[in-house]
């Protein structure tokens, strides 16, 4: 089986004057071809610093301090600047940033926003350019027309729209979208997560979805990794991950929701906060907050293992030593 | 009713007919073409009451006017119409009348039509908590002070120690234990979920009967909203108050809410039991509003979702006439192209919130009791 993308191990580290966050803190994650990932966890958890390191976009003071990420085999660590842009980002992997639909150039029209990658990048002509966009803004389910309007006469899902058919200019594999519908209304928001499951059927795109919202992440996502202070403690199929988690915080998470429909339970809560990435408690990060704790949590870190088919977890009720 | 059953009291609140609209500002040109003036129709119509204990939940999209209402209530927004008659607390009553104010028959007073001076002892029974806990609370400010204000604006406790007993009986209330441990911090030491907490401690320092809780858990991680919430229902628990709970998410509001009232563009479409009204939706925006919701549940990422629901929002300055919901409503869309006599009464002529039974209101033609409300059947 191939996979589009292999994490190894990554460690990604901010070096701030107050100390070194381990943002991302040894993350390993495969993720095989046409697949949906779905990435959870709270703020903080280091999900976006995940995104940027596979863009390999982490923003100083931070940077990649080891691991790999091989996309289609190619281990993009290694590469060079110069190298990542002219065959990897956007070509290979693109991405969605959080709050994107607010940073388009108010004062230019949506098209030449559209376009102008494609004539850097991809070397096209002003009218072959002006084509394929026409062909984005459609298939994102917009009139032509729009891309000669301006961001401010676009309505925020209009403008969500725009920012993926960007996202898709350069036919990537890979389309990481973070938090990309926390910003819009619920109709809206279901709109674009149709259109996204609409992209990924139809184009076979890839799509690796960070959100902290547990609804949100079923829509899209056949495979979810739950994220806690900068690791990966559980990682399995969408439906493992619901009917049958094992980590004690995807249990507690998934308890802590309230629900539209079915009885009306109590709702659970995590006590405490999450560690200081600047100085994590030793053995396994979540044991502080931990309601089934035991005595090797806080002495040795739990590794995630695969302890059923495609079933991983970082936590010593379910690891091997 | 909310997760735990609590027995209501009294009625405390009558909001009638509240209107809040905003003037947008003409252009030079405009004003020498002698074009009409223009308002953004934030709140256009809303009428509801609430009892003691009560949570009442204001419900709906961003824009729809859910936090301008609230923020009527303490005056926070110049209103352009309407009635909102509240029923201060025994004592606040007293005060009310030394300022010479007199209460109508049963000891209301209308919110909107006292003088600023003689607002300022209702303020006491009428508090808010806003979204932001980043935001909210003043940077400057060690959490005692924070706490201390509302006690110095009201005159509450006479003596300092008076004052710093009732500040560490409040935060132990919101469950910020040991007090001491958090009296002498800055808001910028304290997680986003502690900092809510001094918020609510702030609100509910002065006992004040109603809270205005404005998003209070949207800014905060999915793992402390929990507790947040409980802390919440415990305090109109142990202190009667109640809430008038803003929220765009419907699984909270069905959590924590008596009763909640669906907004849409400046008015109340519909209104009734928390429960009820998303186990079975009547108005086509709450339908849709609900279809919309996505529930954790990986089976929902087998099909697309379908939304019974067309278009935008549109502005609040052109609001469509008749039903302002008609242009996007599958329900008349269906009575166009059946040819439906509902297809010349939506666009026409705007339904009135009408009692269909059981203390559920809704405001769509498609249901005979607002038909008959208004005189048409």
Not at chain 1, 191 to 196: A, E, G, P, R, T
Not at chain 1, 288 to 308: G, H, I, M, T
Not at chain 2, 109 to 129: A, G
Request: aromatic residues 6%.
């Amino acid at each position: 089986m191939s996979y589009v993308l292999e994490i190894n191990n990554l460690r990604t580290y901010f070096f701030t004057l107050r100390g070194v966050v381990r943002a991302v803190d040894g993350v390993s994650l495969k993720l095989r071809k046409g697949e949906t990932l779905g990435i959870v966890g709270e703020s903080g958890c280091g999900k976006s610093t995940l995104a940027w390191s596979m863009m390999k976009l982490v923003p100083p003071p931070g940077r990649i301090v080891s691991g790999s990420i091989k996309i289609d085999g190619i281990d993009i660590t290694r590469m060079s600047e110069s190298e990542v842009r002219r065959k990897i980002r956007w070509r290979k992997i693109s991405m969605i940033f959080q709050g994107a639909m607010n940073a388009l150039n108010p004062v230019y029209k949506v098209g030449d926003q559209i376009i102008e990658p494609l004539i850097v990048h991809g070397k096209m002509e002003k009218e072959k350019a002006l084509s394929v966009a026409a062909n984005l803004v459609k298939a994102v389910g917009l009139p032509e027309e729009i891309l000669e309007r301006y961001p401010h006469e676009l309505s925020g899902g209009q403008k969500q729209r725009i920012v993926i058919a960007m996202a898709m200019a350069m036919e990537p594999d890979i389309i990481i979208a973070d938090e990309p519908t926390t910003a819009l209304d619920v109709v809206v928001q279901a709109q674009i997560l149709n259109l996204m499951k609409k992209l990924h059927r139809e184009r076979g795109i890839s799509f690796i979805l960070i959100t902290h919202d547990l609804g949100v992440v079923t829509e899209l996502s056949e495979r979810i990794a739950v994220m806690y202070a900068g690791k990966i403690v559980e990682y399995a199929s969408a439906d493992e991950i619901f009917e049958k988690p094992l980590h004690p915080y995807t249990q507690a998470l998934i308890r802590a929701v309230p629900r539209l429909k079915g009885d009306i339970h109590r709702l659970e809560y995590i006590p405490g906060t999450p560690p200081d990435l600047r100085r994590p408690p030793p053995g396994c990060r979540f044991y502080p907050r931990c309601p089934r704790r035991f005595e090797p949590c806080d002495k040795e870190e739990p590794p995630l293992q695969e302890v059923e088919k495609d079933h991983w977890v970082a936590c010593w009720l379910h690891v091997r030593r | 009713m909310s997760i735990y059953q609590i027995e209501l009291g009294e009625e405390i609140l009558r909001v009638e007919g509240l209107k809040v609209w905003f003037p947008v500002r003409k252009g030079l040109l405009d004003t020498i073409l002698g074009k009409p003036k223009l308002y953004v129709r934030a709140v256009d119509g809303v009428s509801f009451n609430m009892r003691e204990r009560e949570i009442f939940c204001l419900v709906g999209e961003s824009g729809c006017g859910k936090t301008t209402t609230g923020k009527s209530l303490l005056r926070l927004v110049p209103v352009t119409s309407g009635k909102a008659l509240f029923k201060p607390r025994k004592e606040t009553m007293e005060k009310l009348e030394r300022l010479g104010v007199t209460p109508s028959d049963g000891g209301w007073v209308d919110i909107f039509n006292l003088p600023e001076k003689k607002f300022k002892p209702v303020r006491r029974d009428i508090q808010m908590i806003y979204q932001d806990p980043y935001g909210s609370l003043n940077p400057r400010f060690k959490i005692k002070d924070i706490l201390e204000e509302p006690l110095l604006v009201h005159g509450i406790g006479g003596s300092k120690e008076e004052r710093m007993e009732l500040i560490m009986k409040t935060l132990e209330r919101v469950k910020l234990t040991p007090a001491s441990d958090f009296v002498d911090r800055y808001p910028h030491q304290l997680s986003g979920g502690q900092r809510q907490r001094v918020a609510i401690a702030r609100a509910i320092i002065s006992n004040p009967r109603l809270v205005v809780a404005d998003e209070p858990v949207s800014m905060l991680d999915v793992s402390i909203r929990a507790e947040i919430l409980e802390v919440l229902l415990n305090l109109r628990k142990e202190l009667g108050m109640s809430y008038l709970f803003i929220t765009h998410d419907l699984a909270i509001a069905r959590y924590i809410c008596d009763r909640i009232a669906v907004m849409y563009l400046g008015r109340i479409v519909e209104l009734g039991d928390a429960r009820e009204i998303i186990a079975e939706p009547l108005h086509p925006y709450t339908k849709a509003l609900i279809a919309a919701i996505p529930d954790p549940d990986p089976k929902n990422r087998i099909g697309y979702r379908y939304l019974p629901i067309k278009g935008e929002v549109p502005n609040a300055i052109n609001i469509p006439p008749g039903c302002r919901f008609h242009p996007r409503c599958v329900a008349y869309e269906e009575a166009v192209k059946k040819g439906t006599a509902l297809k010349d009464l939506c666009p026409r002529k705007e339904p009135p919130l009408a009692d269909v039974g059981n203390g559920r209101k809704v405001a769509c033609w498609l249901h005979e009791a607002v038909r008959k409300a208004a005189g048409l059947e």
